[in-house]
């Protein structure tokens, strides 16, 4: 087995960018979930708030848990991306330096 690492930076780019687009997305479906599940459609389809009480907390809980990840999705992927960057930038730098030396 070889000890030599390769890293392919615009594998780790393209990386990046799918799991901002997914962020995105997620962001999206988001907005569509609280425009079906608003607290005055849970109260009308339960038949009212004390009914939709339990259905509320429950949709609060998945709107906050869905907001994390999205957060993170968008978090992760910038972090990818920047690693990629990161390893450009030193990739570039060392074959100056190898250049130099010749």
């Known amino acids: 087995m070889s ?4 890293l392919i930076t615009e594998e780790l780019q393209r990386l990046g960018a799918t799991f901002e687009i997914r ?19 849970l109260r009308d389809g339960f038949g009212g ?3 939709a009480r339990s259905h509320r907390e429950l949709y609060e809980q998945a709107e ?9 999705l968008a978090e992760v992927g910038r972090g990818i991306k ?3 960057a990161n390893a ?14 010749q």
């Open 23 to 41: 962020a995105e997305e997620l962001s999206r479906q988001l907005a569509a979930f609280r425009r079906r599940a608003d607290a005055e459609a």
């Open 82 to 84: 920047e690693t990629a």
């Open 3 to 6: 000890d030599e690492v390769r």
């Open 49 to 51: 708030d004390e009914a």
């Open 64 to 72: 906050q848990a869905l907001v994390q990840l999205q957060q993170r």
């Open 88 to 101: 450009q930038a030193a990739e570039e730098e060392l074959a100056e330096m190898m250049r130099s030396v």
